[in-house]
Every structure is written in C-alpha cells, then in structure tokens.
C-alpha cells in the first residue's frame, strides 16, 4: 500500500509539473524561456517555437494522467520511463549548444532521474498487483 501511495503522490508531481511548465510556455514563452539553460533565444517571430515546447510538456503531462486516470499501471511506468528521455535530450541541446551545464544537470538531468524514478516504482507497483 506505501508503494502504490508513493507512485501515486510521485506520478502527480510529474503531471503537475509537466502541466505548469505547458502552461508556462505556452503562455509566458519569453519569461519561461529564460531560466531553461541556453544562452540566446530567437526573438519576435522565430520565438513561436516555445509555444510548441508548451504543447509538448503539457502533453507530456496529459499521456501519465491517462494512464493513472485509467488504472493502467503497467502501461503508465513505461510511458514514464519513455517521457524521461524529453529532459535527457533537452539537457544534452543545451550542453551541445554552449548552454549552462548547471542547468542541463541541475534542472533538466535531474528531472529525467526523477520521472525515469517514478516509472520504475509504478512498474514495481504494476508487478506485485
């Protein structure tokens, strides 16, 4: 029971955060923008890609809501294990752009560990059901 309660209470933090940083990008690209880790990003028209890192991360968000919403445990530590390959590859951009390694590491790294952490505790969750 302590297992599925710490999944429970892990997997809804990723949501949340997946869901504020959607909702951030998509509504304050440019003050979101600026705490991610590179040191320049386009300005005026060429910006509107953060809008589309706001559907991405809030979709991210949307995909382990489902599955916990659904019941399907199983199906929702894979789907988690599978999301946190999006912080591996936006703190590897931003280390192969010249970014910050603080933030690659602090912010983006960290978060993969963390989402890659939930999965595997709701796979463990999944098995002993």
């Not at 910006?47 to 929702?76: C, E, H, S, W, Y």
């Not at 933030?103 to 999944?126: E, I, R, S, W």
């Amino acid at each position: 029971m302590a297992l599925r309660i710490t999944a429970n209470v892990l997997t809804i933090l990723s949501i949340l955060f997946a869901f504020y940083l959607g909702i951030s990008f998509l509504f304050f690209p440019e003050a979101s923008a600026a705490g991610v880790g590179f040191d320049v990003w386009p300005t005026g028209e060429a910006a509107q890609f953060l809008n589309m890192k706001g559907v991405r991360d809030f979709v991210t968000g949307v995909i382990p809501l489902t599955f916990l919403a659904l019941g399907q445990r199983r199906a929702l530590g894979w789907a988690l294990l599978c999301i946190a390959l999006v912080p591996v590859g936006d703190g590897t951009a931003i280390l192969l752009n010249g970014g910050s390694a603080a933030a690659a590491f602090g912010m983006h790294y960290t978060a993969a560990v963390f989402v890659a952490v939930t999965g595997l505790v709701n796979l463990q969750v999944a098995r002993r059901a």
